[in-house]
């Protein structure tokens, strides 16, 4: 008697999210049921009475999720919560909300890291000019440089990817301070992290690194006034959505100088071929590469899978990240297009 | 009473060597005796037999450096060895030969892990494509992206560079491999490293890291034999010195696509407008730009007080690194122009 | 309009857990209702419809617990989770279940470092020696020592206190494996560390380290045939419940001189005094004194208050730890005596 | 042709210091004349004028050294300097002076952790307690513990061993400060500590330890008026020479209470049966145990094998430390008996 898994993963692929013989294995192990083309609602209702675990992110109206009786866990592996479902009804069951999120943070981490890197030593820029035959040498060419060790590295949120952001740091030993009013101080304070205001990771930071949701409080936050509180010729790296700045005041930063910015997410994606970003002098571009990577990817079926396995022993998942009934319904999360 | 310091940096010059405050401490703590213009050989002529110590690294034949009966150290803010003076009589006469060369180690490890990393993830590539408006997003834009977490990653050299390079990688936990036939394994051992050959490194690393010194042995050393070695999409960054492989080599394994490559160095620099480096693909050029930092060339100037101010004090010299009478005649140094 | 909190600490006291300027916090911040020596029954029948949090590890009914409308979190301040209340009522109903327990991580952890070391270099005995005048210098006294540096570290168990060990291992660079069946290989594999079985453990360990809860499956697990599996003069370090080994079989590896071990745990607290532990040599006695620091018990107050503030801004606790609803009805836990 | 070896180890002995399959190799590689019973002026007349290394710290005048032609290096295996031979005349002929001593480094660095967790959680006298059946449990029994995560660790000499010790320290994220007037600002800078004057480091630090040799200078240098300045109930931990404080002003201050103290090291060893360090409260014991276990004293063998295989290849040594010409005369060595 394996138990059920309602198995729908749409917007992703079986072959983007499962090497072949993890596939194989899931399917061995489950009464995999996959949805395919068979229509949502008849879907669900012929089978989530039945179920215990989905894995996908299906829009579950809670007179549908009312009939799931054996349902003890839904693992979304688009990777975000949209409002599309009765998650209190879940928590008031005991069902476990899971995401498969974590997958994203190292890639995420070390991308974030690099244009840092590729910032202070202008990489790209050096690169081109070289193609172009006109690179300076040495000291010439590092006009803007500096260099990144025992900096001041200032978070402008800090959950997951801050943190797999400052483990990529370890090596280059920066001073912390955490802006994020979801956070307790008690808990920075014991991991030896400085907690501090918007403006004083703004005026103390060498490196801004932005990984903040957004959230119905937060969109367009940073905007010409917090670009102005920054260091001359301080970093800004946008690694969370754009929404939480504004795009063009963060622009203006960089065409006057003032600051440096490395950008992963754009107001829209395909961005216009006309949009300024695309020439603005100080800005290194990154057109929403940051998390999906093929072993990304593959990692969500890996998480999956062990948490299927852990719940199947009555064992708590430990793989992928838990909803919290709290934060469900702050988060604006997009569906996933590309990435 | 100051003690004498005989002061000629050229190539160098006072101002980019010293910030200003701390070249005014040079000049009240020390008397200070600037060569300027005058000629050399008089100027030593003149100044030696009173001198305590030289900053620079004059010509100095053993005719000249006999008449030396006071001096203590010469502190070689070039940053390399040339074979311009008797090294050999001042290690028999405790004459400390410094080297400012450890003002450079940060800023080039930071430019290896910036180039890993933008190797990893294309970013030169990635922001070039977008300012071109042919980006892609997303997955699509990552076929071969890699994250550097826990890989393999393999030093052919290991002297101070080598150890900067590694403390920045580590928020990275590499698995470490060192080919150095200078070192001794048991060193390496205590500290935690893989011993290997030079074809164990090639074949198991993800990352391959050049930090070798050209000696009289290891010139062109690393050639196509060794490049068909490496494992297919290993990342291979050259930071030390273009002698140590075959650059046309290196440059038929970027374009056959088995390895992607990043090189600070280049056989002869400038480089000629119509190299065919500049144009291949799967490599980021950096232009000679990894350790020339304006303030790395300032810190030329804090070791070098710091370490004067040591020796007049009676201790040994801790700021600069100090001529090994065994290496000091093997490695092929070049004078500086650009960097 | 303060939040209510139903507090009721015993039998920990307020002067234990709050530091003045904290509690004095705490009742100014919430509508602080305190037990005292009001029957219990009689205080939550009449406090619980209106109460937002509860303060304590009450024995709570089901019957008395669906009065509780409001609740919205207990924050039990004992340390364990005794089975004298309907926790999946909680659960169903999204009333946080929380525990002070993380308090106690450094403090053991520590404690766990410096009685490995105080084994590795027989700390006690070498100062009682001393005290009575037979001691022996130098190699003479050290014939059993050994170095922890880079030695295999086993776990059995690896929750929040081995987690909290290994971190206060760091200077001393193991070499790690696991053995824990309710953790996931998955995730001990992001993390580098090796995955081991029980017999893997105990057979490669130069140190082995017991933080493994009580559960119903594994009381006395560890017996002679366990101990006869260990290195000869490997360490045993027990730090988390004397259950879990078979104590006899302990002693008896210690007597012979194939293990050395210690112990903060025993099977009745106090002990009788003509137990054979006190004279076993080789093994350092430690009177259940891990966590219960001054420092730590003051962090209770500091946890629970921030986790108050946070969930009263409406955001999820941060500074307890959450029972799990697979695992609460799991461990074995006892009353708190002296602790 | 192999090296000539004048191998003179006494007073350690050939089995302490080497491993039987590391001195078969080094008779394998070298020519080793070893001196056994001959006498020693005898002895190095003969052969000095041959010989390429000694490993050895014979007394060694200036007119026997200069019959030595061939001499590369002379390897302390006592691991200090006597003022027994005429280094100056050494470096002046670039002879490498080299001691063992780093193989003493973690063993002393394990000792200073574990006695600094022995005092901060009184493991001696808990575990004789627990002997004696006078044992307190929990809190009762913790009245003075304290633990040392994120403490003010100050150091009093800060050399090799000082290195050590807080790479030991590293998983309790120690803030450091450094009083040690033969070191750099400018070094302890650019690696995050904290330069501070003695006083500072007294009144600052929850731990002080204390890791400076002896010179001409510092002879109890930490009396009375240092203790008084200390933090109320700071633990000193003495792991250098017992002539660095005014050893009765130490015990003074542990008897008041105001601190608590380990020492590794006395005024005379074996001190005497009835000094009254034996009965003084708030101190714990060690008898010289710091450095000498047969794994340090084996890996003597090992670094210095290790480095004569480097120099016959022409290499510079790397497992033992060179004396400095600078300090060789500056530090009071003690001849070593029992170590």
Redesign the interface.
């Known amino acids: 008697m394996k138990p059920i898994v309602l198995y729908d993963p749409s917007p992703r692929t079986t072959q ?1 999210i499962f090497q072949p013989h993890v596939y194989k294995n899931f399917c061995d192990e489950f009464n995999v049921v996959e949805r395919g083309n068979e229509d949502s609602s008849n879907f669900y209702t012929a089978h989530l009475p039945t179920a215990d675990y989905i894995v996908g992110q299906p829009s579950l109206p809670t007179e549908l999720l009312t009939s799931a009786k054996q349902l003890k866990a839904l693992v979304n592996v688009e990777s975000n919560f949209l409002q599309n479902m009765d998650y ?1 009804y879940c ?4 069902i476990h909300v899971l995401t498969v999120s974590p997958v994203f943070a ?2 995420v981490a ?2 974030a ?3 840092t ?2 910032l ?2 202008d ?2 820029k ?6 172009e ?1 006109c ?9 803007n ?6 900096c001041n590295l200032g978070f402008i949120g800090f959950g997951d990817l801050g943190r797999a952001i400052l ?7 920066p001073s912390v301070s955490v802006f994020d009013p ?6 920075l304070h014991r991991e ?1 992290l400085q907690v501090a205001s918007l403006d004083e990771v703004l005026q103390t930071s060498d490196v801004v690194m932005v990984v903040a949701s957004v959230t119905e409080d937060n969109a367009g936050m940073l905007g010409a006034t917090h670009f102005a509180k920054m260091k001359p010729g301080a970093l800004f790296v946008l690694m969370s959505r754009a929404e939480v700045v504004d795009f063009d005041a963060m622009l203006d930063a960089c065409h006057s100088g003032r600051i440096r910015a490395a950008t992963d997410v754009f107001p829209t ?3 216009a ?1 006309d949009h300024r970003a ?2 603005t002098p100080n800005l ?6 940051a998390g ?6 593959f990692e969500i079926g ?2 999956t899978l ?2 299927l ?3 199947a022993k ?3 998942p ?2 992928c990240k838990r909803a ?4 469900v319904g702050k988060v604006r999360s997009k569906p996933v297009d ?2």
């Open positions: 983007d209190q928590f008031r069951n005991q190292q890639p070390e991308l890291l690099g244009l890197l590729a202070a030593r990489i790209p050096a690169h081109c000019d070289f193609v035959g690179e300076g040498y040495g000291l010439e060419a590092n006009q440089a500096m260099t990144i060790n025992r483990k990529a740091f370890d090596g280059l030993n979801w956070l307790s101080s008690e808990l030896g994606e395909p961005l071929q695309r020439t290194i571009l990154s057109a929403h590469r999906a990577l093929e072993s990304a990817l890996d998480r062990a948490d396995r852990l719940m009555g064992l708590p430990q793989n919290e009934h709290e934060l590309k990435s």
